[in-house]
């Protein structure tokens, strides 16, 4: 479990606390609010407003009010309901293209050596080759890797979801829909498993040596 617990120095120089930019930490909790409201739609969608049982409440209560209606009239309004709330989460999803395309351009525009894929390589470097820092390279080689593949899940949920929203515009693709959404589907779940990995790590820490990691996400750290 300890693998997974993101930590406070930085690996060049083990001695400092980590530096995070102000467009790196607007990244992390906007993208933390958009993330968390576009599942929160899926949830809504297939509990309260599945169309099977919220057809079955809606005609439950309409008879109860003395109108008599058919499972075929209450369909489309059941429908209705839900595809609103999809209407939701479609803007959720522009927002979340939105802010990986801003993560992607930040990261040509950080430091070097704040740079995702060379910290990744520092990390590797440091744990295989030199062998020093090594508690401290494999923490930061398996946390940054998983940011690597967390960030491939943001790409194909943003490509798949675009396909989806535009489908109309992929006409010759129309007979691949069904496996795009089952792709969508997969990798929200895949998500999912990250963010409860990832929260589950950083409660970890801020029990052990990197208490503070959440307000240094704040306010900046290095301090």
């Known amino acids: 479990?300890?693998?997974?617990?993101?930590?406070?120095?930085?690996?060049?120089?083990?001695?400092?606390?980590?530096?995070?930019?102000?467009?790196?930490?607007?990244?992390?909790?906007?993208?933390?609010?958009?993330?968390?409201?576009?599942?929160?739609?899926?949830?809504?969608n297939s509990t309260l407003l599945d169309d099977r049982s919220n057809g079955a409440f809606i005609k439950n209560e309409l008879q109860k009010?003395?109108?008599?209606?058919?499972?075929?009239?209450?369909?489309?309004?059941?429908?209705?309901?839900?595809?609103?709330?999809?209407?939701?989460?479609v803007y959720f999803g522009y927002a979340l293209v939105t802010l990986l395309v801003f993560?992607?351009?930040l990261e040509f525009f950080q430091l070097a050596d704040k740079k995702l894929m060379r910290v990744i390589k520092t990390a590797y470097h440091h744990y295989f080759i030199t062998k020093k820092q090594r508690e401290l390279a494999w923490h930061e080689l398996i946390v940054k890797t998983l940011y690597a593949i967390f960030y491939l899940m943001l790409i194909t949920m943003a490509v798949t979801g675009l396909f989806l929203a535009f489908e109309d515009f992929f006409e010759p693709y129309k007979s691949i829909r069904n496996s795009v959404k089952?792709?969508?589907g997969f990798t929200m779940y895949l998500i999912l498993g990250f963010i409860?990995?990832?929260i589950l790590g950083v409660l970890l820490a801020e029990r052990k040596d990197s208490k503070g990691i959440v307000s240094?996400?704040?306010n900046g750290g290095g301090e």
């Not at 993101?6 to 467009?23: A, H, M, R």
């Open 1 to 44: 479990m300890s693998a997974i617990e993101p930590v406070k120095q930085d690996i060049n120089n083990p001695t400092q606390i980590k530096k995070y930019s102000f467009s790196l930490r607007l990244w992390h909790w906007l993208n933390a609010i958009v993330i968390t409201g576009s599942l929160l739609t899926v949830l809504i």
């Open 65 to 89: 009010a003395g109108s008599a209606v058919t499972d075929k009239q209450i369909q489309p309004v059941a429908h209705a309901m839900s595809d609103n709330v999809w209407g939701i989460h």
């Open 182 to 184: 089952d792709v969508h």
């Open 216 to 218: 240094d996400m704040i």
């Open 103 to 105: 993560r992607l351009v």
């Open 196 to 198: 409860v990995i990832h």
